[in-house]
């Protein structure tokens, strides 16, 4: 069947679904109203399975203290500079603490505890919290904020259309929100986890665009991300794995006494540069060759959007 007639799981409209694919036990829907793709069936698997999944409990561990690249647009745009900002989905603070040097009044939720504790004590974040957007919206009122940010976020959730009319709430007259989600323009072998139970849904400026008209925000600027080769040299070191990868970084950290060993302290400090060398010599080429045919095709990594709270959501 390459189509029905149905809710949507995004916009809740009856509306006609046109398949996509299926992964597992999902199957992929594109809405014909709202243009957004969602998984059937269209379920969040709570915050136990990612404090289990080693692409987020490890990052408590291991502090990003530097800004990603969905980040540096916000950082770049600056928007409503001096006011509060919720980042929802906040990790472990990498973006909060860049916001705060930039003048901001920073707050954020993840449900991730451990996260939070590290973003506590590894960056002094203070106003940063381990509740759900529910929650947080009943902790500060209506109209509390300036800015809210959602990086990385609104794929995972089975409700984005209630989240972002609650973020339109929380925010005051004038207040805008920035978000990035993955570009459904990217392929597979880019973006192996682009799947459920991890994402939920899949976006293009049109979907994003829609979405955002019909919870009470107007777009101000609306980027696709573009592959970067750099990208391209991370996904061949991971891809060879094994072969050519020895986790000389995590066999030189120190640990333990051996902190107290100032010449091995030295040789970790300068080993991640030595590795990046090395996959820059090893895999170059080949990712400058792939490079060259994702910019041909037109593929896009994300998207990145900044949006106004300036009209009334509609039904």
């Known amino acids: 069947m390459n189509q029905k007639e149905t809710t949507c799981g995004i916009c809740h409209r009856q509306t006609i679904l046109f398949y996509k694919e299926t992964h597992q036990s999902h199957t992929l829907w594109e809405c014909s109203l709202c243009s957004g793709q969602f998984w059937d069936p269209m379920k969040n698997p709570g915050s136990e399975w990612y404090e289990k999944d080693e692409r987020y409990s490890s990052r408590n561990q291991n502090l990003r203290a530097k ?3 969905n980040h540096r647009e916000f950082l770049s745009d600056l928007p409503r ?5 919720l980042d929802i989905g906040m990790g472990t603070g990498n973006f909060l603490s860049a ?12 449900f991730d505890r451990d996260a939070i504790a590290a973003a506590r004590t590894g960056l002094g974040l203070s106003n940063v919290y381990p509740l759900s957007l529910a929650a947080a919206s009943q902790k500060f009122g209506s109209g509390f ?3 809210v940010t959602l990086f990385e976020v609104l794929e995972h959730l089975e409700n984005p259309e209630d989240v972002l ?5 929380l925010l005051n007259e004038k207040g805008v929100v920035a978000i990035s989600v993955p570009h459904r323009n990217c392929p597979a072998y880019l973006k192996p ?3 459920p139970p991890r994402h939920l849904t899949r976006w293009n400026e049109a979907s994003l665009t829609k979405i955002l008209n019909r919870c009470g925000f107007a777009v101000i600027r609306l980027k696709a ?12 070191h991971f891809w060879s794995r094994g072969v050519t990868s020895f986790n000389l970084v995590k066999k030189m950290t120190p640990t333990g006494p051996a902190k107290k060993n ?11 540069t030595v590795a990046r060398a090395k996959d820059w010599l090893l895999f170059g080429l080949p990712a400058f060759v792939l490079w060259i045919y994702v910019l041909l095709r037109g593929y896009r990594l994300g998207l990145y959007v900044l949006a106004e709270r300036n009209k009334t959501a509609t039904k």
């Not at 500079?81 to 900002?85: A, C, E, Q």
């Not at 991300?225 to 061949?236: C, E, G, H, N």
Request: glycine share 10%.
């Open 165 to 169: 009319r609650l973020i339109n709430d």
């Open 81 to 85: 500079v001096g006011g509060k900002v």
């Open 193 to 195: 986890h682009d799947l």
């Open 262 to 272: 100032i010449l091995r302290k030295v040789i970790y400090g300068i080993l991640p």
């Open 225 to 236: 991300l573009k592959i970067p080769l750099s990208y391209l040299i991370t996904k061949f």
């Open 67 to 69: 800004p990603e690249r």
């Open 145 to 147: 904020f300036n800015v």
């Open 99 to 110: 916001a705060k040097a930039s003048g901001y009044d920073c707050y954020g939720i993840d």
